[in-house]
């Protein structure tokens, strides 16, 4: 079989491998990484019930001895009641030191995984088992770990990088079109930011799923070796997010992640000419139909700039908005806030 391994240079330095089918092999991609150790696999209802038999037996066949905690699927369950229960479980398994956790399903499981294995006895060692095209391009590589609290999403964290990554695309297969289509916002991100070949590649559909995974996986470990803390350039990988993120917190979570990036792109692309860069708000807005994203907002710009307030990224009184030069290249432009409710009101 063809796999891609994508290398990644940071506190801890560990290969993405991706590959329809690799899943077989992830016991032995394990194996000299972690040793002879016990995993705990972290997974959630959806993935279970299609995939949890078949992980556990390949565990198992490579010589592992696992156990296995299933939360319920769905953004809810990434919060502190999770987190604990699942540590909790950990102990309860006597999980030591040179054990590890294995996250296997999508961003919820991932962030929650990494999470869990960075507290567990001050660090253990995790695996990141991608079941979502979102998790696959984006939470799975870069070591950001994270739970949810009433005062917002994402609020509690760490970066803590993974030992490995084991992508198998084929287990992609079963998603539901939209949780699939949210996972395409995020592959068009990375065409705008930093690569105007494969933006011209997600022309043809349907994009071939390996190469352009792994296309994705190379631009974030790319950006993701130069700023592993999030203190400059990977601000770039939040190309439409300020602006999703607001729209994802107005709709109470209804509207998901890859939509609310969707509309975030086009607000993004729609300010850049006001700001004296070029215009791409057309063809991108062209592209994202293409794939049925209905790239209107739903909130009036005042509703847009009142969420922008709370955003955690907020410095002082400026936000800083990725903007495109043209597709392929987008700047971080820090804009102050007064300025940016003039913009939003001109866009929307
Ligand atoms: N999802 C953006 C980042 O990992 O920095």
Excluded: W
């Excluded at 590890?100 to 999508?106: I, L, S």
């Excluded at 567990?120 to 870069?142: E, F, M, W």
Aim: proline share 3%.
């Amino acid at each position: 079989m063809k796999y891609s391994t994508i290398h990644v240079e940071a506190s801890r330095s560990y290969d993405i491998v991706i590959g329809r089918g690799i899943l077989a092999e992830l016991g032995g991609l394990m194996r000299p990484l972690l040793g002879d150790c016990r995993l705990a696999v972290l997974t959630d209802s959806n993935v279970d019930a299609l995939y949890g038999t078949i992980i556990m037996e390949h565990l198992q066949h490579a010589g592992y001895k696992a156990c296995k905690y299933v939360i319920p699927a769905g953004e809810a369950s990434k919060c502190a009641e999770s987190l604990l229960s699942f540590l909790n479980f950990m102990a309860g398994e006597q999980l030591t030191r040179s054990d590890a956790v294995v996250a296997f399903g999508g961003g919820v499981v991932g962030d929650l995984g990494g999470l869990s294995a960075s507290l567990y006895l001050r660090g253990v060692k995790y695996v990141q088992v991608p079941t979502t095209l979102l998790a696959a391009v984006d939470s799975s590589v870069g070591g950001k770990t994270a739970i949810d609290i009433p005062a917002g999403k994402n609020l509690v964290g760490s970066f803590y990088q993974p030992s490995l990554v084991c992508c198998d695309t084929a287990l992609m297969d079963t998603l539901p079109k939209e949780i699939y289509r949210d996972g395409c916002a995020e592959v068009i991100k990375y065409g705008v930011i930093l690569d105007s070949e494969l933006y011209k590649k997600l022309h043809t559909l349907p994009f071939d799923r390996e190469a352009v995974v792994a296309r994705c996986v190379e631009i974030k470990r790319d950006v993701v070796q130069q700023d592993e803390f999030d203190n400059g350039i990977r601000g770039l990988l939040n190309f439409g997010h300020t602006f999703g993120h607001a729209i994802e917190k107005l709709s109470n979570f209804g509207i998901s992640h890859g939509e609310a990036v969707a509309k975030g792109m086009v607000i993004a692309a729609r300010i850049a000419p006001l700001c004296g860069l070029c215009d791409i708000a057309d063809e991108l807005s062209a592209l994202l139909a293409e794939y049925g994203f209905d790239i209107t907002s739903p909130y009036s710009a005042e509703e847009i700039y009142n969420a922008l307030l709370t955003d955690k990224k907020r410095r002082g009184g400026t936000i800083s908005v990725v903007l495109p030069h043209s597709v392929g290249d987008c700047t971080l432009v820090p804009l102050p806030v007064e300025e940016l409710k003039d913009l939003l009101q001109k866009v929307i």
